[in-house]
């Protein structure tokens, strides 16, 4: 999904879709449980129980199942990239399937739900069905990060959907090899460039990005380093495993959550060799 606002789809494992136009405003925390676990077999009503299976500050993604036990995707996203709230794994009830919006979108159909009609369930409940994602680390959402649905592939390059928005990005061969059209991916990159107009249908270009298909650990199309941070200055971090110090570059976010001494991952496209024992990444996401 943009999970911004939010693209044609995006995977979890299985298809999902991320359209825009739903305000996260209007999501409320649900607080009366007991009905839990009548509503996860009664999708025929006019709600549905479900669980968020991605999501970002600009996105959530709700899977299902229906009154016959296919899994289905429900759709919000944050326009003004505030979802702090919602997070994956969390329980949600989504009502009023008699208002939900049904979109076709390239060769994918997309359900849109108004957020109002979206609220948290707390996680008392038993989870047997709930889809499984341990794929990406908590602390790596603080990276610079979208994430949409893949509409063109090239040679060298990826043009993903997120809503709204459209993202051309730089991709390696080894991880393009592994990605189709309709594949949801997540896109980590130092910065997203574009108009700030406030166009309908916008192009933005990620600089220095890594791309990692939602379901595949990112270490294993990268080049992951670990050591202790000995020192940051800006947007650089100066990591060391005791006999090589690499030199990586992240956003604001993430140095202020790193301190010192902590230990750390660098996932990085490539490693430039500069002064004895000393190196530099290239494209990066940090994870501690």
């Given amino acids: 999904m943009k999970n911004k606002l939010i693209a ?3 995977i979890t494992g299985t298809l999902l879709a991320f359209p825009s136009g739903i305000f996260a405003d209007s999501i409320s925390k649900l607080t ?17 129980v479900g669980v ?12 299902y199942k229906d009154s016959e036990g296919k899994k289905q995707i429900i759709d919000i996203d944050f326009p003004n990239a505030d979802n702090s709230n919602f997070k994956t794994g969390e329980t949600v009830k989504s009502t009023n399937k008699d208002k939900w919006q049904h979109k076709k979108i390239g060769m994918h159909d997309v ?6 009609s979206i609220s948290k369930v707390k996680q008392s409940i038993a989870q047997t069905d ?3 994602n341990n794929t990406t680390q908590p602390f790596i959402e603080k990276n610079n990060k979208r994430t949409g649905k893949v509409i063109e592939k090239g040679s060298n390059y990826l043009m993903v959907k997120q809503g709204d928005v459209t993202i051309k990005t730089n991709v390696r061969k080894k991880v393009l090899e592994k990605i189709n059209i309709g594949d949801t991916v997540n896109i980590y990159a130092e910065n997203f460039t574009g108009s700030n107009l406030p166009i309908k249908e916008q192009t933005l270009y990620a600089q220095r990005s890594i791309v990692q298909k939602v379901g595949e650990p990112i270490d294993s199309n990268y080049i992951k380093f670990t ?7 800006g947007n650089y971090l100066v990591v060391s495993n005791g006999k090589i110090k690499m030199l990586a570059r992240t956003s604001s976010k993430v140095i202020q959550e790193i301190n010192i001494g902590d230990t750390v991952n660098i996932y990085t496209t490539t490693v430039v060799g500069g002064m004895i024992g000393s ?10």
């Fill in 8 to 10: 044609a789809g995006i």
């Fill in 32 to 48: 009366n449980l007991s009905q839990n676990s009548i509503e996860s077999t009664k999708q025929g009503e006019n709600f549905v």
């Fill in 52 to 63: 968020i299976t991605d999501a970002d500050h600009y996105y959530a993604s709700v899977e």
């Fill in 111 to 116: 359900t849109i739900a108004s957020a109002d």
């Fill in 130 to 132: 709930k889809p499984q």
């Fill in 227 to 233: 050591g202790e941070v000995v020192s940051k200055n």
């Fill in 279 to 288: 190196s530099d990444a290239g494209s990066a996401v940090i994870e501690k």
